[in-house]
């Protein structure tokens, strides 16, 4: 513990597994270095956090009155009632997904404040981190450190000169960087005036139009790779800004590659995560891609395996509805995925080249990123032929450039160990506010 006392640090991440798991990195480096790590989390997460061994206390972000069961089913419908949406460029993406999903957003901040206060007040923790994209006005009002973590993108803290959060615009697209927060901020204003009214009533200072979070006055983490960042024109503080360089938790579960097709062929691991996975017309067409092709793939079909034929599988491809990621990430030749933080990072952390095909939100950012810095390739999510989408396998599995740059990224973000270097910046603000 560096001969710091033991503290209690209290993680509150988005009711989601991509901030959840990065969370619990963190937290298995501040229980290991002695303090008391615990998770404020609505009850449809508690069990995630717990089976990490981690204590829960729990703020509900929707009605409380509804089921485990029914508050699946509505993200379920929510996410594969846009479906249709997920084909559409990001700007073509604002009046329907995107304000859709910041109205939920919203509404979990609004029930997490019935909750939140008398959380705060029972744990009584020295330090509270958040990972969200929503401001809680009990947190930045509270007495108690505060700590923003970034699992998104950079871009989720502005600045003039590069892409607006959410929109997937290339770096050097200035007029679509200007279009799309053009139509962003008019889009979202009746969502945002609501939010502001909320903040009002709490004792929270209105937000500028299409900002619904602040940074923390006392120290921020982005989880982003420093090798990709963007030339900001307003550089942040350094003092209160750390980049993470990814944050993989500790994960000691090993997967073995069952014996599909040729051992010799390529390994695959394809995943578009909970957000893809309803979409079973497109993974049975990949599926079918890699009928007769000299691959292997692992694909992972979440809870909807159930809708999948087993004589339709060919022999090189195995479904499943989890795979143990870490460790197939480590062990495939490339990863096919949506754009999704976890996996973005975790691909760039283990050295594997990505191909990305981005649904949604900033993924969209994710994917334009890793292909301009010739990280992996961007791809449409459907508008491919199998030529097309071999080509680009192909290009991920031997472009010199792209190994290399991966392969140096990789060693930049295993050096700096992201969860241990947020402990210890956790452990210092600590102190420093002892």
């Known amino acids: 513990m560096s001969g710091a006392e033991a503290k209690t640090i209290a993680f509150f991440p988005e009711a989601a597994y991509g901030p959840a798991l990065n969370s619990v990195g963190i937290a298995q480096e501040c229980r290991n270095r002695g303090h008391d790590p615990v998770f404020f989390t609505d009850p449809s997460m508690a069990e995630v956090f717990e089976e990490w061994g981690f204590d829960t206390h729990e703020v509900n972000l929707a009605d409380p009155s509804l089921t485990a069961e029914e508050k699946a089913k509505y993200w379920d419908d929510f996410i594969n009632t846009h479906i249709p949406n997920f084909d559409k460029d990001p700007a073509d993406q604002l009046d329907n997904y995107i304000v859709e999903c910041w109205e939920a957003i919203v509404d979990t901040a609004m029930w997490a404040e019935k909750d939140l206060p008398d959380v705060i007040d029972e744990v009584d923790p020295d330090l509270i981190c958040v990972d969200n994209v929503v401001c809680f006005p009990a947190i930045v009002r509270s007495d108690v450190p505060w700590v923003r973590i970034t699992s998104c993108s950079e871009n989720e803290i502005p600045d003039p000169n590069i892409p607006p959060y959410l929109s997937g615009c290339r770096a050097d697209d200035r007029a679509g960087h200007d279009e799309f927060e053009r139509r962003y901020r008019a889009v979202i204003e009746p969502v945002h005036e609501e939010f502001n009214e909320f903040l009002a009533d709490h004792g929270v200072d209105p937000y500028p139009r299409g900002l619904f979070f602040e940074p923390s006055p006392y120290l921020n983490l982005l989880k982003y790779p420093e090798r990709l960042r963007w030339e900001r024109w307003n550089e942040l503080d350094p003092g209160r800004f750390r980049y993470l360089n990814g944050c993989v938790r500790e994960d000691d579960e090993t997967y073995e590659v069952p014996d599909v097709g040729d051992p010799d062929d390529p390994l695959v691991y ?165």
């Not at 996975?277 to 497109?282: I, K, M, N, R």
């Not at 034929?309 to 990621?325: H, K, L």
């Not at 032929?385 to 290399?404: F, H, K, N, Q, W």
Request: aromatic letters at 8%; one cysteine or more; a negative charge.
């Open 270 to 434: 394809l995943s578009f995560g909970s957000l893809g996975a309803g979409d079973t017309d497109l993974l049975k067409r990949l599926i079918g891609f890699f009928e007769g092709r000299s691959y292997r793939a692992l694909i992972n079909v979440g809870e909807y395996i159930g809708e999948y034929d087993d004589g339709e599988i060919p022999a090189n491809v195995e479904i499943d509805s989890w795979f143990p990621q870490q460790s197939v990430v480590d062990q495939a030749d490339i990863v096919i995925h949506h754009g999704g933080n976890n996996t973005f990072n975790e691909c760039l952390y283990y050295g594997t080249p990505a191909l990305v095909m981005p649904y949604v939100w900033d993924g969209q950012d994710n994917a334009t990123r890793l292909d301009e810095t010739d990280h992996g390739i961007k791809l449409h999510r459907s508008d491919w032929t199998p030529d097309e989408l071999a080509a680009a396998i192909d290009t991920c599995l031997t472009d010199d450039e792209i190994r290399s740059n991966v392969a140096t990224t990789s060693a930049d973000m295993q050096e700096t160990d992201g969860k241990t270097k947020a402990a210890r910046l956790l452990e210092e603000l600590l102190e420093s506010h002892a």
